[in-house]
């Protein structure tokens, strides 16, 4: 039939937003049309569960245990919107100021401190190898022949080493400034 | 004196949310009680499809309250504070289930409890609702989402557009989409 209802308008009609009109005008369509009326049965089977399922009574008193629970509570100063990513890139900018100004007394300790630290790695790699039954050697030869051919690789580890340190910096921003807020704005 | 009381509760009733948030944050604090009158049910019902025990729900929601009240400051009135609340009961129920350490997903608000009538009936209705339920789960989440937001939790086309960070529009259509599935798999 030409004038059949749409299932818009039977969605509509389970939500109780129809126009009287276009609720006069299904009810009446579905006294002749055998195949709506089936439809608007099964409509209103689904609005009715629908119903029965939402239909969950607030307990009694609610309003006051929740008055008496805040009564000795206080609210707390608004949080700053970006406040870590400020913060973070005050600290970058400081570090680097820092170092720019004392470069001559903190660039050997940096670089002694690098070094102490590369030679804990290595020493750390050699007896781990060793512990499991490796020859340190064979891997430290094909760590040279990578380290080889490293100089012409270099801009690409450069800008590889660069994309994931940024990628991280903002993946860490972002799981931060989501964790405030999904604690403090749910 | 009893008409300024009745005209201080008709101002109350209708004033916004972001009004009432204010006169809190300048210190009449008992303000706050109007918001809790107006969103018990949403964040009743939202804590009680996420943890589908009535005393669970309700300390869910007296925490989801009490969270609401101490960051009031961090409420942003441009956004609608029930968008706001329900996000922080979604959360707080979350935190529940994992101190609780297993999922009950929202879906299993989909079992009424105490039903009326014959034991046969009692027990049709039980497998209608479990079918519900059934079918529901079966709901890919993008639809089944904001179905729950509007049936079950009572929340506007706005309000889940605002939660869900979608158009209106999206919402109004997945919402069709999801009814239009239940409806056809409860006719298969």
Redesign the interface.
Known sequence: MKDCID??T??RY??DSLEPEVLTRLEAHCRICERCAGELA??K??KE??R?????E??DG??E???S??AG???????REGGARRGLAAAIVFAAALYYLFRPVLRPILFSLISAGLKFLSALWYNTLSAVGMDPAILIRLFGKIMAGFGSLLPVFMAATFLMVTGLVVLIIRGRRRGSR????? | MARQTVLYTVMEKEMQDYEVVRLCLEGRTEHFETLVDRYQKLVYSLAWSYLKDAQLAEDAAQEAFAKAYKHLASYNPAFRFSTWIARITANTCTDFLRKRKEFCPIEDAFEVTDPEGTPEQHVIGRETKDRLEGLINRLDPKYRQPLMLYHLAGMKYEEIAEYLKVPMSIVKNRIFRARKMLRQAMED
């Open positions: 299932q818009k039977f969605s389970l939500e099964g409509w089977v689904l569960k629908l029965e399922a939402a239909d969950v607030v307990p609610l309003k245990k929740v008055m629970r805040i509570e206080k609210i707390l100063p608004a949080r999904a604690e403090v704005s749910g």
